[in-house]
């Protein structure tokens, strides 16, 4: 059984950083393809971003590219998103997605591609 468990969110205020981690149990992480997504409060869930199975190739979101880096660490079945330039909008639940993929290359941007889901952190960022 593959699980997944966020931390790191918080409140902080606009400009501001953060950094949320999702650990992986279960399975073999490095044959897993990683994003992370997001859903503010009457909104659908959105992606953030995504990286292949070994963190080489990554894809952003137009309104967090720049702000936003994803990383992952195979040796410990981890990954983690760094968000600096926080702002108001970024206010939302992030989640932490997992999908066993055999392409090597591939990085999956859409919530559909996805088979196993964290729960969730919240990050509210005040203005």
């Known amino acids: 059984q593959v699980q997944l468990v966020e931390s790191g969110g918080r409140l902080v205020q606009a400009g501001g950083s953060l950094r949320l981690s999702c650990a992986v149990s279960g399975g073999t992480f490095s044959s897993y393809a990683m994003g992370w997504f997001r859903q503010a409060p009457g909104k659908e869930r959105e992606f953030v971003a995504a990286l292949n199975r070994w963190g080489a190739r990554t894809y952003y979101s137009d309104s967090v590219k720049g702000r936003f880096t994803i990383s992952r660490d195979n040796a410990k079945n981890t990954v983690a998103l760094q968000m600096n330039s926080l702002e108001p909008e970024d206010t939302a639940v992030y989640y932490c997605?997992?999908?066993?993929?055999?392409?090597?290359?591939?990085?999956?941007?859409?919530?559909?591609?996805?088979?196993?889901w964290g729960q969730g952190t919240q990050v509210t960022v005040s203005s």
């Open positions: 997605a997992a999908e066993p993929i055999s392409n090597i290359l591939s990085v999956l941007t859409t919530p559909q591609a996805y088979g196993y």
